[in-house]
């Protein structure tokens, strides 16, 4: 049973930083495609950033973050990153990590972004970040 689960979150000023972790257990070594979401309160689940196991597929971005936030992965440990520098108050929100076991190009093709939630199978419990101004 894969099982996913975030650290890192917290409260920041604008222009701080924080780095979000989240441990990949189970069977890890079958999550390929990965990514980070955020929802903050009256808003849809949205995409910040995407990745690959073997890195075969492009890391992707969100327009919104790209150039701030970093995503990584340590596959000896089986653990995802997303290093958020550069914070705004609009960044805050609750971010899940997200996984699935097909490949990234399985599951978008040449679609470029980092998906809709539906297209990730495996989800942790979320980590709140604030950003305050």
């Known amino acids: 049973q894969e099982q996913l689960v975030e650290s890192g979150g917290g409260s920041v000023q604008a222009g701080g930083s924080l780095r979000l972790s989240c441990v990949i257990s189970g069977y890890a070594y079958n999550m390929y495609c990965m990514a980070w979401f955020r929802q903050a309160p009256g808003k849809e689940r949205e995409g910040v950033a995407r990745?690959?196991?073997?890195?075969?597929?492009?890391?992707t971005y969100a327009g919104s973050v790209k150039g701030r936030f970093t995503i990584s992965k340590d596959n000896a440990l089986n653990i995802l990153y997303l290093q958020m520098d550069s914070l705004k108050p609009e960044d805050s929100a609750i971010y899940y990590c997200?996984?699935?076991?097909?490949?990234?190009?399985?599951?978008?093709?040449?679609?470029?972004?980092?998906?809709?939630?539906?297209?990730?199978?495996?989800w942790g419990q979320g980590t709140q970040v604030t950003v305050s101004s």
């Open positions: 997200a996984a699935d076991s097909r490949r990234c190009s399985t599951i978008f093709g040449r679609t470029p972004g980092v998906g809709r939630p539906t297209q990730y199978s495996f």
């Open positions: 990745i690959e196991r073997d890195s075969q597929s492009p890391t």
